[in-house]
């Protein structure tokens, strides 16, 4: 298990529940030390072992936590670098969800040895669209998920999304895109903000 996605998973439970919380999360789950290094290669028990103790310690189910780090990867401060990728997909939401399919090659660019699962988008007559994800790791729907609401709300799009369910290594979420242009969203550049150089 690639320790990038268990830090993902420490930080965002630090940064929303407190690290009094991701200590005794990680004390119950036998995770010594408390810490996931971003580039190390983990058991991948260590996975399931945290995301079990979350869901008893929180009293939430595993799939709301999942979808909400996808959220928190998308609309968290911590996280405009992602968030700043993720827009560059395309100009509203229905260019992004046709990026998807390149995101996995596009992440590999950035971190060579991060497995991400493979994602196929079909689109409907209706106008609906399906994305399967294949991974032989259950979860990464329910992040996909939140990352699709979280954009959404971040391009102003109003969609609805539905984790329909996991057959064998294949995940499948329903979308349906009401409106494009259903709120403001959040502010977007092309340029990030440029840092302050000191004097001299």
């Known amino acids: 298990m690639h320790g990038l996605v268990l830090r993902t998973l420490q930080v965002f439970l ?40 979350a869901k008893a ?42 990026s998807l399919e390149d995101l996995p090659e596009r992440t590999r660019l950035a971190v060579s040895d991060l497995t991400l699962p493979e994602l196929e988008l079909r689109k409907h007559r209706d106008g609906t669209f399906e994305l ?28 609805l999304l539905d984790h329909t369910g996991r057959i064998g290594d294949f995940e499948t979420i329903s979308i349906a895109v009401v409106e494009t242009d259903y709120s403001e969203g959040r502010r977007f550049d092309l340029v990030g903000p440029v840092p302050d150089k000191k004097a001299g």
């Not at 929180?58 to 996280?79: A, F, Q, R, T």
């Not at 294949?134 to 102003?156: F, I, T």
């Open 14 to 53: 630090q940064d929303t529940y407190g690290s009094e919380t991701w200590q005794v999360i990680a004390a119950r789950a036998n995770i010594d030390p408390p810490e996931f290094e971003a580039m190390l290669h983990y058991d991948p028990a260590c996975l399931p072992a945290v995301l079990s103790t």
């Open 132 to 159: 399967r994800l294949c991974s032989p790791v259950p979860g990464y729907g329910h992040v996909m998920v939140g990352v699709l609401r979280a954009m959404a709300d971040d391009y102003g799009a109003l969609a």
């Open 57 to 98: 310690v929180l009293n939430k189910p595993v799939e709301s936590l999942l979808e909400d780090v996808g959220i928190y990867l998308i609309s968290h401060p911590n996280c405009e670098r992602l968030r700043r990728l993720m827009r560059f997909g395309g100009v509203d939401f229905i260019d992004f969800l046709h």
